[in-house]
């Protein structure tokens, strides 16, 4: 072998290890997405149930209907949402697959010296760049410009119906917790909800931020007290409603 062929396939091989590395970061931000989304569930659902449970404590038919219809509603709400905006996404990545398919074929020169420019961009040398495009182009001429230039594998699509699943058991999990326990038959309903919450609010809060390799303790912070904040404030609204009603 060659030191000019080891060169070549090194800097392919580089290449595709950014790539992977890409994917992987790809990977990492849909499991943070479910982990927020586990934390709307927690958060929704939690104020909720409190805010009902203040304004007609003890009513366990009442508390569970508003849990439950909180739970279904807004698991559907984020799965649909995630649906229509990954269905967009996907969309998008055709449309743009689409244009690279009519611009190779249409003026493969042109197309063949946009990928060296673009490795040249990534710090291979001129010629090497040049050998790089030429044998990636012969092996899978759009796999290449796709990958470079635009960002994606024409293989590997985003899946709507993927990310609605996964935000869909998300959520419902988030929500189970709360709705869980404000249903217990145990004295102080409302006080074993809040620490759960607490308790949920926290992991949710450590485990997004070591995803995404941020300060852990301000993560957690902001996750506890937005969420202690919602539940303080529908408890208030309940209470209120309560007086009223009575």
Known sequence: MTDETSDIEA???????AHNDERLGQRLNWLRAGVLGANDGIVSVAGVVVGVAAATPGNVPAI????????VAGAFSMAGGEYVSVSTQRDTEKAMVAKE???LEEQPAAELAELTGLYRKR???AGLA????????????LAAHAEVELGIDPEELTNPWHAALSSFVAFTVGALIPL???????????????VSVVIG?????LISARLGKAPI??????????????????????VLFGVAIS
């Open 101 to 103: 398919i009519q611009e």
């Open 123 to 125: 710090g291979l040398s």
């Open 201 to 205: 609010l926290f992991l949710t809060g």
């Open 180 to 194: 869980a326990m404000i249903l217990l038959p145990i004295g102080a309903p409302v006080i074993v909800t809040v």
């Open 11 to 17: 800097a392919i091989n580089h290449l595709h290890e």
């Open 130 to 141: 040049r050998q790089v495009a030429e044998e990636l182009t012969a092996h899978n001429a």
């Open 217 to 238: 303790w301000p993560a957690i912070l902001r996750n506890v007290i937005m969420g202690s904040a919602t539940m303080a404030a529908t408890y208030l609204i309940g």
């Open 64 to 71: 569970a209907t508003a849990g439950i219809a909180a739970l």
